[in-house]
């Protein structure tokens, strides 16, 4: 089984500022993880994913997530938002290459104050 | 990258009446394809999973007799949400597998609307 805690359902910063969005995972294998952003009345884009190698992951927008396997963490970090980053950001988790099938967290709202 | 197309982006329906939603992977072959719905405010919850050529598997509690899933071919899956009723109103997303990878490439969605 699989699950993503997404803790903060609302994010606030100021623009300029680092923006942070916190995941974590339960997974009894290694895992696949992603996060996602979604516009209002949009699907989800993907912003970066971990499978293999490096723990460190960049996305787009400047974007990018450390997998931390000792955390169980997947947390996202940006230096400086932006005011186009104020969106829903999703964690998800999949395991395996062949199962495909990804589980969501709740979604954190980022707000990027002028 | 690989592009899904989502259509209709909006669709308002009577009761009663039937809504067919599409998904297409435009430059790719997807073996598997997922539909989830969401609630406002909410996350994403799969509805089920649909692999060419078979019968698509159903989560818990989502009644297939109501949502039909059909993907004829690896670039085309359909939801069908048959007489549907205002509770059905949501948006609904579908998304598709990369064959041999996890990563999954979503549509823009659908926003239904039963009135």
């Known amino acids: 089984a699989q699950s993503v805690t997404q803790l903060g359902s609302h994010v606030s910063v100021s623009e300029g500022a680092l923006v942070l969005l916190r995941c974590n995972y339960s997974?009894?294998?290694?895992?696949?993880l992603f996060w996602y952003v979604q516009y209002p009345n949009q699907g989800l884009q993907l912003l970066l994913k971990?499978?293999?190698?490096?723990?460190l992951v960049k996305g787009i927008n400047g974007f990018e997530a450390e997998f931390k396997k000792s955390e169980t963490s997947f947390h996202l970090t940006k230096p400086s938002a932006h005011m186009s980053d104020a969106a829903e950001y999703f964690c998800?988790?999949?395991?395996?290459?062949?199962?495909?099938?990804?589980?969501f967290g709740d979604g954190t709202t980022l707000t990027v104050k002028p | 990258g690989a592009v899904v197309s989502q259509h209709p982006s909006r669709v308002i329906c009577k009761s009663g009446t039937s809504v067919k939603i599409e998904c297409r992977s435009l430059?790719?072959?997807?073996?598997?394809m997922f539909w989830y719905r969401q609630f406002p405010k909410q996350s994403l919850m799969l509805m089920a999973t649909?692999?060419?050529?078979?019968?698509?598997?159903?989560e818990q509690g989502v009644e297939k007799d109501k949502f039909l899933i059909n993907h004829a071919s690896l670039t085309l899956s359909t939801l069908t949400v048959t007489s549907a009723h205002p509770e059905d109103s949501s948006f609904y997303i579908c998304?598709?597998?990369?064959?041999?990878?996890?990563?999954?490439?979503f549509g823009q969605g659908t926003r239904l609307t039963v009135v």
């Open positions: 998304s598709a597998r990369v064959r041999r990878g996890p990563e999954a490439f």
């Open positions: 997974s009894s294998v290694p895992p696949y």
């Open positions: 971990y499978t293999t190698g490096a723990t």
């Open positions: 998800a988790v999949t395991l395996g290459a062949l199962a495909g099938k990804s589980t």
């Open positions: 430059d790719f072959q997807a073996t598997t």
């Open positions: 649909s692999n060419e050529g078979s019968k698509a598997t159903y």
